[in-house]
């Protein structure tokens, strides 16, 4: 059983920064690995970056890529979403996950924080 709170939401401008944490609970958090969702009201939940549990092998959508970082510290049990040139459009509640094996775009996740909300004002 692996427990996952998020952190680091809030108010932004546009051209801004923030950086998400997420703090996971259990040994076994190395073995999983992770992903970040966001999710708009009245939306789908959309991916936006995953990492192997080793922190070697990093996914992006496309809406992101180039301006988010994701990465881990598995000493730290906590992973991170690093998030530069925020426009309004990331506005939205950003969701952490993980899964045993390996990471997926898909949200196929086994376990997911109770999410974060972060606004960026134009």
């Known amino acids: 059983q692996v427990q996952l709170v998020e952190s680091g939401g809030g108010l932004v401008q546009a051209g801004g920064s923030l950086r998400l944490s997420c703090a996971a609970s259990g040994r076994t958090f190395s073995s999983y690995a992770m992903g970040w969702f966001r999710q708009a009201p009245g939306k789908e939940r959309e991916f936006v970056a995953a990492?192997?549990?080793?922190?070697?092998?990093?996914y992006y959508a496309d809406s992101v890529k180039g301006r988010f970082i994701i990465s881990r510290d598995n000493a730290k049990i906590t992973g991170y979403l690093q998030m530069n040139s925020l426009n309004d459009e990331d506005t939205e509640v950003y969701y952490c996950?993980?899964?045993?094996?390996?990471?997926?775009?898909?949200?196929?996740?086994?376990?997911w924080g109770q999410g974060t909300q972060v606004t960026v004002s134009s």
């Open positions: 990492i192997s549990n080793s922190g070697r092998t990093t």
């Open positions: 996950a993980a899964k045993p094996g390996l990471p997926t775009t898909r949200g196929e996740y086994s376990y």
